[in-house]
């Protein structure tokens, strides 16, 4: 995660983007299923997902759920890649940062 903000700051940061990048409840809710997901990957980037897996765990129809994530990457929020039957890889964008990818933490150089 960024040492910058960390998730309580790309949290923060991400209502305030919602100002100017609106985002519908349903892509809210995937991007904080997304950051979930990320911090249990402790923040490596590509997490590759399975659509039905996201499609359960946030309880979107396929359709909305297809509708959510495009809104995501519309608006710069996350990246992903798609091989045909394959896991999505997803990559979350930083909203401290934009237009960089989340990072993880560095230790601090004592």
Not at 76 to 85: A, M, N, T
């Amino acid at each position: 995660m960024d040492t910058v903000g960390g998730w309580i700051g790309e949290e923060r940061y991400f209502y305030i983007n919602l100002l100017l990048r609106p985002l519908s409840p349903n892509a809210q809710a995937l991007w904080h299923y997304l950051m979930y997901r990320a911090n249990g990957a402790f923040w490596q980037f590509p997490i590759y997902l399975r659509t039905a897996e996201i499609i359960g765990a946030v309880g979107l129809s396929r359709s909305s759920f297809i509708r959510a994530r495009q809104e995501l990457l519309d608006g710069e929020y996350i990246c992903c890649s798609e091989k045909r039957g394959k896991p999505t890889g997803y990559a979350l964008m930083s909203n401290i940062r934009y237009g960089c990818l989340m990072q993880p933490r560095r230790k601090r150089e004592e």
